[in-house]
């Protein structure tokens, strides 16, 4: 086993980004990290760093001396997405893009959305992998919540020509223009984020749907024409209880169109 050093908040050991520097205390509670087998990267995800910043930290998976190789108490590269949240606030785990998927598999060029700004109002970054190097910062996109909130992991599918992501806020979802949250008791919302390297990032949802107390992780059944019947859908469950149907009250498991969310 070869450990990293300590990413998060910390008053002793091998502390990568500050000892202590702030939320230290609170538990610090991770989502699984990505893992690209044919990058030879590994993606972890941060809510506090030990310095401020919610974070997305890239390794390698090769473990050896050389400076392209991961080593006892490494601290990867890190890529910062906000501020940290000093009450344990995660940030879960963000996906690819199309462009990155499509790209060269050893040396990939694409971007990484995930939620941040843990310790303030829940926020949406792009963050760019630029030849299987990973930026410093991420680029916000757009404020998800009015307060700081957790975001579900998110979700990517290229149902042609649109490259979709799904995510969801557990409360305080921003209601309001240009997110469009129907409820500010959670919300479940989609983006269409661009088809090339570097094109406009989305200026609003393209639609949002009530989701009581945010979503599980977003599953993703087929992608099929628009016109076709039973179009292509996302399936998740609620985190908090709603009415299902006429069965009763609970957590419900939903099915919702990709294009709509309907």
Known sequence: MTPSGVLGPATSGAV???????????????????VDPAAGMVYAFLGNDGNGNSAVIQFPTTVGANSTEFSYHNC??????????????????????NVYFTSSGSSPSGNLY????TSADATLYQVRINSNAIATSGTSVLALSTRGTTCSPVTEVFNSP?????????????NG???GCPSNAGCVMSFSVPTTLTGPLPTATTAALFASGGTSGIEIDNIVPPSTVQTSQVYYSTISNRVCGATGTG???VQASQSGLK
């Open 177 to 179: 223009s240009p997110v």
């Open 76 to 97: 990867g590269t890190e890529s910062t997405i906000g501020t940290g949240s000093t009450t344990g606030v995660p940030v879960f785990a963000g996906t690819f893009d």
């Open 251 to 253: 957590a419900c498991a």
């Open 162 to 174: 649109a490259d979709w992501i799904f995510l969801s806020v557990e409360a305080r979802g921003n």
């Open 16 to 34: 990568c980004h500050g000892s202590g520097a702030s939320g230290n205390g609170s538990n610090l509670r991770l989502d699984s990290p990505i």
């Open 114 to 117: 995930v939620c941040g700004n």
